[in-house]
């Protein structure tokens, strides 16, 4: 994943194309109300599709739409009341009738959507070139081929695969939303961001992930959107590995912990205004963007 990650000429160009694909739909609609979510979410899965099978999939591709389909069900199935009773009583639920049976279906196809990518990739396999994670995977399998205790499999690459569209598509989907909505409610923040862009960047179309360095204001809007509207409601299980005393509650070794990130992005102690869009918790008296320790929107 490093090899394929943050700052890379290739993923950048990939989320280029999918923007501009992106910008092509919004200007379809002619200034008319039109629903924006599926065209944000295929875009954002196109760049995973980009990274994990080196190729983007048509909007209008069959397969492709199943695939964003089946995605679209195991997500909602997963903030259901139905999904909690299954994470408690999974072999009871399995048996019963109800909407875990089209979500269990559902995962059956992504993972059978990415074994059918993963053997194309070995018909046609990029030893000496390898240029999406599949590619990085398989050779890694055939370093490890003489390692009985490799992890390497068929198997986990497609977990993995599933894994990038469950925790990738939806939170940066539900981001971008959040974007066109606050940006619409606030125009006076809009219109400085567009100010910002226009004079940093001008009409260039090949600005950088390294540009948001001259964009502090832009930059402070996009972590104040992720503070405001946080995508998970906690934080992911953690297990204490010693005997622990936090503000005088005893946590034994063993306990599992939920973190509450609201608890931290909402906190009246640490954000001037918590509960209002306000980019200036983000930036110092000069105008310059500031990181934050308290800023956790997907955990510590």
Not at 110 to 116: E, G, Q, R, S
């Amino acid at each position: 994943m490093r090899k394929l990650g943050l700052g890379k000429k290739g993923m950048e160009h990939q989320i280029h194309e999918e923007a501009h694909q992106l910008i092509e739909t919004f200007a379809h609609a002619k200034g008319q109300p039109f629903n924006p979510s599926m065209a944000i979410r295929n875009a954002v899965s196109n760049v995973i599709c980009a990274v994990a099978f080196g190729h983007r999939f048509s909007i209008e591709d069959k397969d492709f739409l199943s695939l964003m389909e089946s995605i679209e069900v195991i997500l909602g199935f997963t903030t259901s009341i139905p999904h909690g009773f299954y994470e408690i009583l999974p072999w009871l639920v399995k048996h019963l009738p109800g909407p875990q049976k089209k979500t269990f279906l559902c995962l059956e196809h992504v993972l059978l959507f990415a074994k059918k990518e993963i053997d194309k990739h070995k018909e046609h396999q990029a030893m000496h070139e390898p240029q999406d994670l599949i590619d990085f995977y398989l050779l890694q399998m055939e370093k490890s081929k003489r390692d009985p205790n490799s992890t390497y499999t068929e198997d986990n690459l497609s977990q993995d695969i599933f894994d990038l569209f469950i925790a990738g598509s939806d939170t940066t989907a539900s981001t971008l939303q959040w974007a066109l909505l606050l940006m619409v409610n606030h125009p006076d923040i809009q219109e400085k961001v567009h100010k910002e862009l226009e004079n940093v960047l001008g009409s260039s179309q090949s600005f950088s992930y390294q540009d948001l360095k001259k964009l502090p204001y832009t930059n402070a809007v996009i972590h104040e959107i992720q503070r405001l509207q946080y995508v998970l409601l906690y934080g992911l299980p953690r297990e204490c590995v010693k005997d622990a005393n936090i503000l005088g509650f005893p946590i034994l070794k063993g306990t599992a912990i939920l973190p509450d990130l609201c608890s931290v992005l909402l906190d009246p102690k640490q954000w001037e205004t918590p509960e209002e869009l306000n980019p200036n918790h983000f930036l110092d008296k000069d105008g310059n963007f500031v990181p934050r320790e308290e800023f956790l929107p997907f955990g510590a």
